[in-house]
């Protein structure tokens, strides 16, 4: 009877003992819960030795990860990386390759992969020898001129893709000797350059820099000299040249002494102003005198002022009465006058006799003396192009008496 009640007393333990352990778990299981979680991953593609990656995508791939969330916790984004098999894939086009995911820890599963495939692009590795080219930027002192660029190397080793490699036709280097005085020495970058000059990327330089040295040469002797222009032609009838200027009015040569000293000023080409009746500008070149080693400009604008050409001239007129009372004579004394007209050239030298007419109005007036001013009646063809610019007498005394 006492071992029957021990041996359920001990069954009511272990009942206990097991509840306890499946509450436990329980509890446990509620703190940490089966999860499923998408998980971005970097996509790495390892490069094979004798070839190079010329392009490869995407760059991240989803993973869909489940497990418990501690476990999943596990997995660091930052430094877990996918790389697929690149072993056998062939150069010269753009292949897909699978993409797995196998977890670094136990207890995860993978419910899917985001894409499945990356596309990879590969081409052999190549190099070859081109030669180094030098290229300065700005300008030295005035004084100076650059001379020939000369580099350490004569030539440099490119490497990368073969197409890549293919388009590769020399290296460059630029060194800026902007405001120089003396020799420039300098460490330049070297990039690699198509046939038009164009930069080739993606391609490695070795060397990748190189020291180059650029001399400076003196120049000759410097000069300012006024710029001459020259007209050839005559304007229209009834215009004239007023001016000519240029731009620049004064240039600055450089030549030997005995040279420079008999350079006084430089003429433009001709400009031609036949038959011209407004204002032009134009640009020509400079005669420029051979011996000259530098010349700051070697063409110059032209501005030609062309204006009407006005003249004076004066006229003898007899002066006629206009209204004069009936039944009465007259007359003028002086009985002549002088008019001096303004105009442009061509229609004051074309004014006949009848173009302008002499006169005083006599309305109103009896016999006897009177002093009337004088006026002047212009044909109406020459009218508003010609001015009266003063009548000599202004007056004069007319004089009616009955017939």
Avoid at 67 to 94: F, H, M, Y
Avoid at 224 to 245: E, L, N
């Amino acid at each position: 009877m006492i071992d029957r009640v021990l041996s359920k007393d001990a069954i009511a333990k272990w009942a206990a003992v097991i509840l306890a352990v499946l509450m436990w778990f329980q509890v446990a299981g509620d703190k940490n819960p089966i999860e499923t979680r998408i998980v971005n991953f970097d996509l790495v593609m390892n490069q094979p030795s004798d070839k190079v990656i010329v392009s490869a995508s995407p760059p991240k791939v989803a993973v869909t990860l489940q497990g418990r969330a501690s476990t999943l916790a596990r997995l660091d984004a930052q430094q877990i990386k996918i790389e697929p098999d690149l072993s056998g894939v062939p150069v010269g086009s753009l292949v897909q390759v699978p993409v797995t995911f196998d977890p670094p820890v136990g207890g995860v599963r993978v419910l899917d992969v985001n894409p499945k495939t990356a596309t990879v692009e590969l081409d052999s590795l190549r190099s070859k020898e081109v030669s180094i080219s030098l290229e300065t930027r700005g300008e030295p002192n005035e004084e100076f001129d650059a001379g020939k660029p000369q580099a350490e190397v004569a030539s440099a080793k490119v490497s990368g893709p073969g197409k890549r490699i293919d388009r590769v036709l020399y290296v460059v280097g630029e060194i800026d000797v902007g405001g120089a005085t003396s020799e420039v020495n300098a460490t330049v970058h070297l990039s690699a350059r198509d046939a038009v000059g164009n930069d080739v990327l993606e391609v490695t330089v070795d060397p990748a820099t190189c020291d180059v040295t650029v001399p400076l040469v003196p120049r000759p002797p410097a000069k300012k000299v006024a710029v001459a222009p020259r007209t050839v032609g005559v304007p229209r009838i009834g215009y004239r040249v007023d001016s000519v200027s240029t731009t620049p009015d004064i240039v600055q040569i450089r030549a030997e002494a005995e040279v420079i000293a008999a350079v006084n000023s430089i003429a433009t080409s001709a400009v031609n102003v036949s038959g011209r009746d407004a204002s032009f500008a134009v640009t020509v070149d400079l005669d420029v005198p051979s011996g000259l080693a530098h010349i700051q400009t070697t063409q110059v604008s032209v501005y030609v002022k062309i204006v009407e050409d006005v003249v004076s001239r004066s006229f003898k007129r007899l002066v006629i009465p206009h209204n004069a009372p009936p039944g009465y004579k007259w007359d003028v004394e002086p009985r002549e006058v002088t008019v001096n007209v303004k105009g442009r050239r061509d229609i004051v030298e074309g004014i006949g006799e009848t173009d302008i007419q002499a006169y005083v109005d006599a309305e109103g007036k009896d016999e006897g003396s009177h002093q009337l001013p004088v006026a002047v009646i212009f044909a109406a063809g020459i009218s508003r192009s010609v001015g009266l610019d003063e009548i000599t007498p202004g007056s004069v005394t007319v004089t009616f008496t009955k017939r």
